[in-house]
Nanobody, 115 residues
Framework: QVQLVESGGDLVQAGGSLRLSCTPSTSIFSFNTMGWYRQAPGEQRELVALIISGGSTKYADSVKGRFTISRDNPKNTMYLQMNSLKLEDTAVYYC?????????WGQGTQVTVSS
């Protein structure tokens, strides 16, 4: 069983920035792919960004150019740097990874963007 602990969610004004962190309970080296999803009230959970162990990244069109996903292996942490935040970025953000056929999710961290 893998536990993922997210942090960094907060209330921020539109145009502001936040950095989310995700720390797994085991070595980050054991995960080929890690990512961030988000879920707004009344909406389905959607992909925000993915990062592969070799460094390749993938972003949702809605966040391209504003968000950056990264992983710091020595610190055993994955990050999501969010800049130029918009009202529509308000959601609970979830860290995720998989091992074989199993998918693991964090508990989520709330990001609220105000006008």
């Amino acid at each position: 069983q893998v536990q993922l602990v997210e942090s960094g969610g907060d209330l921020v004004q539109a145009g502001g920035s936040l950095r989310l962190s995700c720390t797994p309970s085991t070595s980050i080296f054991s995960f080929n792919t890690m990512g961030w999803y988000r879920q707004a009230p009344g909406e389905q959970r959607e992909l925000v960004a993915l990062i592969i162990s070799g460094g390749s990244t993938k972003y949702a069109d809605s966040v391209k150019g504003r968000f950056t996903i990264s992983r710091d292996n020595p610190k055993n942490t994955m990050y999501l740097q969010m800049n130029s935040l918009k009202l529509e970025d308000t959601a609970v953000y979830y860290c995720t990874t998989n091992r074989g056929s199993l998918t693991f999710w964090g508990q989520g961290t709330q990001v609220t963007v105000s006008s």
